[in-house]
């Protein structure tokens, strides 16, 4: 069994990930999809009482998560991102069993997460698009993709262009 973490944001340019994946891998059975995302941290002082009560319950249920807070907006976009790759996944022909969802939160740079993650879920592969950042600004700035192929060791980095 391989592997796939599909790193997504909740920009519509982060699908063509998953519209490769069902060109690419159409048909194959052996692999394990987990559609990933990091979501921005915010300070807990911003949330409303409730939203900081809610999330304190999903980090009873998922540790990985405890000590960082996050929009309840920004949850939703990436619910909704979710959903949409999942469709699309279900439209190439991949089964349900074959797809996970995994979110994080931003405790670093985004891709040391997307690596950390990839990692701990023992994949072969990671799938992320380009941002297209332009060459001056991918030069001073810098960008998730190159971070990523640069730091990934013993593992697949597929790149997907806009």
Known sequence: MEYFLIALDDTPGSLKSIHYINRALKGVRHIQLTLFHVLDTVSPNLLKREEVHRIEQIQEEQPHLRGYFWTTENEEKMMET?????????????????????????????????????????????????????????FFLGSVSNTVTKFARDMTVWVVDD
């Open 82 to 138: 979710f959903r949409k790759a999942k469709l699309l996944l279900f439209e190439g022909g991949f089964p349900e069993e074959q797809i996970k969802t995994h979110y994080s939160v931003q405790s670093a740079d985004v891709a040391q997460v997307i690596l950390k993650e990839a990692q701990a879920l023992k994949c072969s592969t990671i799938v992320l698009g380009r941002r297209g950042l332009g060459r001056v600004k991918e």
